[in-house]
């Protein structure tokens, strides 16, 4: 079972020259967990697919911050997994505040 992701469209993830590109190390360590989450049967792609758009979708409307597709891939992973009952809301937000604790630069590469 593989994630077919959106080649096109706003749900596409960023690309160069084809191969996907992350900015960050979380960024890669996030679609990951995604892909891997859906293919272990946590959820099917198509819910991933509609929730992530919806993200994107909502952000457009109010262009109120900075766009990061990988907050809004996060956010989305996030309401798939809640929505399924794999996650409690509640936890999502007490994970959320322990890892913004967290000291600058402890997710960088070296």
């Known amino acids: 079972m593989s994630a077919p992701l959106d080649i096109e469209g706003p749900a596409a993830p960023p690309r160069?020259?084809?191969?996907?590109?992350?900015a960050a190390p979380w960024e890669?360590?996030?679609?990951?967990?995604?892909?891997?989450?859906?293919?272990?049967?946590?959820?099917?792609?198509?819910?991933?697919?509609?929730?992530?758009?919806?993200?994107?979708?909502?952000?457009?409307?109010a262009q109120d911050n900075d766009w990061s597709y990988y907050e809004h891939w996060l956010a989305a992973l996030?309401?798939?997994?809640?929505?399924?009952?794999?996650?409690?809301s509640d936890d999502v937000t007490a994970l959320a505040r322990v890892l913004a604790r967290r000291p600058t630069g402890h997710d960088d590469d070296h």
């Not at 160069?16 to 992350?22: A, C, M, P, Q, R």
């Not at 360590?29 to 509609?50: D, E, I, K, M, P």
């Not at 996030?78 to 409690?88: I, M, S």
């Open 16 to 22: 160069s020259n084809g191969e996907l590109v992350f």
């Open 28 to 61: 890669s360590r996030a679609f990951g967990l995604a892909v891997t989450l859906h293919q272990a049967g946590a959820f099917a792609w198509s819910h991933f697919q509609v929730a992530l758009s919806a993200r994107i979708a909502a952000w457009e409307a």
């Open 78 to 88: 996030e309401d798939v997994l809640v929505e399924r009952g794999v996650l409690a």
